[in-house]
């Protein structure tokens, strides 16, 4: 069956320009774009609960854009200045680049892993006596938490948003030939807003291995996955598809 339309189950792309742009146009597509899951930010009181004062850390982990913005606002709203002497061990570029919306990049010492988090390794151990907060939503994957155990950071983590199903019941009554999920949360969402979706015709596109193992248990046919060594990113594996079956 030939594909017209695809429902990405993300935040649509500020950029007219985007990768999602030049496939509708490319190939007469209908591309609309709804987050399935969307992001709530936790009180100073709940955070406190937790037992977390912002006093007892030197440094900062930092590996989302979310995690940077819900640390600022709740510093602003526990009215705590963050000292100039704060050092922030950031994932990846992207997340470091966003970081300057709150700090004079210059001015602070800031630390960058090249692809991964991992990379910092000889960085936290030159910093191996110093405090830590690691900022993060009710989920978390076990893998950082993993390394800072094993290289024996004093670490401490800190909710301060959670993941939250968007309402999705206005979209009852519609049909898309491809829906797109990027995290275990969105096929959660799916289920939850539509307990009796039966996927028929439907195709399922998945990136990322969690993200496939979720739609696999949920009992989803996947069609499309991403990334590969051919198709490393979500619109290449789907324009990849589009052109075998779209003939």
Known sequence: MKVKTILVSQPEPSSEKSPYSRLREKHKLTVNFRPFIHVE?????????????????????????NAVDHFFRLCKEMRFTVP???????????????????????????????RSIKDLESTFKKFGKETYLFPTSDILK???????????????????YRTVVSDLSDLRDFYYDILVFFSPSGIESLFKNFPDFE???TRIAVYGNSTTKAAEDAGLKINIKAPTPETPSMTMAIENYIEKVNK
């Open 199 to 201: 996927q028929n015709n």
């Open 41 to 65: 930010g936790l009180s100073g009181k709940e955070v406190r609960q937790q037992k977390i004062d912002f006093n007892n850390f030197q440094n900062i982990i930092l590996t989302s854009r």
């Open 84 to 114: 100039d002497s704060t050092k922030y061990f950031c994932q990846s570029e992207a997340v470091a680049y966003y970081l300057q919306k709150y700090v004079v990049y210059r001015k602070r010492k800031i630390y960058v892993g090249e």
């Open 142 to 160: 076990p893998e950082i938490p993993d390394f800072l155990d094993t290289i024996k950071v004093n670490w401490q983590r800190g909710i301060l």
